[in-house]
């Protein structure tokens, strides 16, 4: 980009030249020549070749690269990834006694306590034991929270500080876990949006354009006081959770509604911040050993867990549809996308089912015919293909089936579930199109299971707006320009990619130096 260019930050553009087109709903082809792009009102009015329109008002020459629909993670918790950069990193430990270890090696915060996150304790020799952090904690308050946000390590110091009890493991799982896991959040509000503000900087220089937050609290509050306070980095959904619901109903809160409590001169952003839909947990998760399945796990684990009954899921939904918010069900194993399914059936509503990681064959064509979107993290199915071989061998229902979902002519919803993924788009493209991990960490493994990738248009449009993002008059103007073809570049491209420049409703939120 231009000098005069990189001065546009935050400008609303009347005019891109020098684009190329790309993008899905383009016959899985792009456009090679230029073209210009008129802008107005906040949506795309023309498109003609280069040159063939008179230049008007604020003109962002995008020096050729191609112009794609902005993208969207559709599945966040945005304060628990702001607070990530602050946290230590348990990613990579390789066993209880490693984590252990790193997290006593380090300083507290200034709230006098430890904390930790991404560990994966599915795969280590050893066990976790309260016993083994307390050795290598002491009276410091420590918490680390796993990988898939399911579960949680506390030592005895942070049992005392929580009131709870502790087990011999020092494991907290499922509805427990997700308690301390929001205990953690109360803090600096002043603080937590700073850190906010930072991770939406850093969405929009790859490409984001919204994301849909589904953190575990009262969000529109939270993002009043943001947009208050002058963020409008990027357009977000937030989720209701079911001890929120009956509030959300009272006060009349409906799906795609403005965030309420901005006034004055930040009242023109308000439209940033919308209400999303109701999000419920109906199940665990793979890493935790708690996603509820047809088939039991080895070792005597049990078949996972229904954190949600049938008829409190029914009735939880049915209340949602009839208040105008649409649904998403976090429904990890195969039993739980079932019951997901039949309570979609059940109760008419809209929405999407979240990870759907393990689906029985028969569920498959199911979700496009009920309409259900499937809300996937392509990332997870790396992370998570040796678990998958480990603790899934024995399940009859296809993991991670992305190309069985799209054959089926289901909605593709591409998501991080940050921090359990970052949010990076191109690599969760990237690793949709090529099932396989790149550079370093891609371990000479190959593709997993390559007849589950996806073309490079499916992946694309799964990472835009609903899945239906696209490049044409008529269209909302949340663009990215970028320096390769999106619907062309190699795996290695895609997770490289050049971001110059990302638009809001036309207003520039990042330009590339």
Request: one cysteine or more.
């Amino acid at each position: 980009m231009s000098a005069s260019a990189r001065e546009m930050k935050d400008a609303t553009v009347s005019m891109l030249t020098n684009v190329r087109v790309s993008g899905p709903g383009r016959g899985g082809i792009s456009d090679a020549e230029p073209s210009d792009v008129v802008l107005h009102g906040g949506e795309i009015v023309d498109i003609a070749p280069r040159g063939a329109l008179r230049p008007t008002g604020e003109i962002l020459d995008g020096g050729g690269g191609w112009l794609a629909p902005g993208l969207w993670d559709h599945h966040v918790h945005m304060n628990q990834w702001a607070r990530t950069s602050r946290r230590v990193s348990l990613s990579d430990a390789r066993s209880a006694a490693e984590a252990a270890a790193r997290i006593g090696a380090t300083e507290p915060g200034a709230d006098g306590t430890r904390v930790g996150i991404g560990f994966r304790d599915g795969l280590w020799a050893d066990a976790p034991t309260l016993t083994v952090l307390d050795a290598a904690t002491g009276g410091i308050p420590t918490f680390l929270l796993s990988a898939d946000l399911h579960s949680i390590w506390l030592n005895s110091a942070a049992f005392a500080r929580t009131g709870r009890s502790a087990p011999a493991d020092g494991i907290l799982r499922e509805d427990e876990a997700f308690a301390v896991m929001r205990s953690l959040e109360h803090g600096d509000a002043a603080a937590l949006d700073a850190c906010v503000a930072d991770a939406a900087a850093d969405a929009a220089a790859r490409g984001i354009v919204g994301v849909v937050d589904l953190d575990m609290e009262w969000n529109e509050d939270a993002w009043a006081r943001r947009i208050s306070g002058g963020f409008d980095a990027l357009r977000v959904e937030f989720g209701i959770y079911p001890d929120m619901l009956d509030r959300a109903l009272a006060e009349g809160l409906r799906n795609d509604d403005v965030v309420r409590g901005v006034s004055g001169e930040r009242a023109a952003f308000a439209e940033l911040a919308r209400v999303g839909p109701l999000k419920v947990i109906s199940d665990g998760s793979l890493g935790t050993r708690t996603a509820a399945c047809t088939h039991p796990y080895p070792g005597g684990a049990g078949n996972g867990a229904l954190n949600v009954g049938q008829e409190q899921l029914l009735d939880l939904m049915t209340r949602a549809t009839a208040g105008g918010l649409r649904c998403a069900i976090h429904a990890i194993g195969d039993l739980a996308c079932s019951q997901a399914l039949d309570a979609f059936g059940t109760t008419g509503a809209w929405g999407s089912i979240e990870h759907a990681q393990l689906v029985a064959h028969a569920d498959i064509p199911r979700f496009a015919r009920l309409g259900v979107a499937a809300s996937v993290q392509p990332m997870h199915a790396l992370d998570d293909r040796e678990l998958v071989e480990a603790y899934w061998a024995t399940q009859t229902a296809l993991a991670y089936p992305m190309r069985a979902f799209a054959d089926a002519g289901a909605t593709l919803l591409f998501g991080s579930d940050a921090p359990v993924s970052p949010i990076d788009p191109w690599t969760t493209i990237a690793e949709a199109v090529a099932r396989e991990r790149g550079g370093e960490g891609g371990g000479g493994a190959g593709a997993w299971h390559p007849e589950q990738a996806l073309s490079h248009e499916q992946a694309l449009a799964a990472s835009t707006h609903g899945g239906a993002g696209i490049v044409r008059p008529g269209a909302v103007a949340d663009l990215v320009i970028v320096g390769a073809d999106p619907l062309a570049a190699s795996a290695e491209q895609l997770r490289a990619m050049p971001v110059f420049a990302t638009l809001v409703a036309g207003r520039v939120t990042h330009l590339a130096d």
